[in-house]
């Protein structure tokens, strides 16, 4: 069974860091590429970052670019989000899905293409 669930939300103040997991069961994950994705309070959900199976292929979003770094783990089954100088901006609902569609550079699958999600995890930066 495919199960992905995300850890590591919390309460951060601006310019600050955090890091986030996920965790997936399911040993044909390990051949599928992993995004992350967030939604903001009254806005639609949006893609964050996506890295392929090997981990070769990352693709970024340009307002994350430069200040997050994703990076996977299949030995584990964990793909991670490390976060930082986050700006308030940034306060979301964050979310992992998986897709058997690959990610490059400058490409990241839409969000219909991916078939199993996360329950989400929160992340609010405030002062």
């Known amino acids: 069974q495919v199960q992905l669930v995300e850890s590591g939300g919390g309460l951060v103040q601006p310019g600050g860091s955090l890091r986030l997991s996920c965790a997936y069961s399911?040993?044909?994950?390990?051949?599928?590429?992993i995004g992350w994705f967030r939604q903001a309070p009254g806005k639609e959900r949006e893609g964050v970052s996506c890295?392929?199976?090997?981990?070769?292929?990352?693709h970024y979003s340009d307002a994350v670019k430069g200040r997050f770094t994703v990076s996977r783990d299949n030995a584990r089954n964990q793909v991670y989000l490390q976060m930082d100088n986050l700006k308030q901006t940034d306060t979301a609902v964050y979310y992992c899905?998986?897709?058997?569609?690959?990610?490059?550079?400058?490409?990241?699958?839409?969000?219909?293409?991916?078939?199993?999600w996360g329950p989400g995890t929160q992340v609010t930066v405030s002062s």
């Open positions: 890295i392929s199976y090997s981990g070769a292929s990352i």
């Open positions: 899905a998986a897709t058997k569609h690959s990610c490059y550079s400058d490409y990241a699958p839409p969000e219909f293409e991916y078939t199993s």
């Open positions: 399911g040993w044909e994950l390990n051949y599928y590429a």
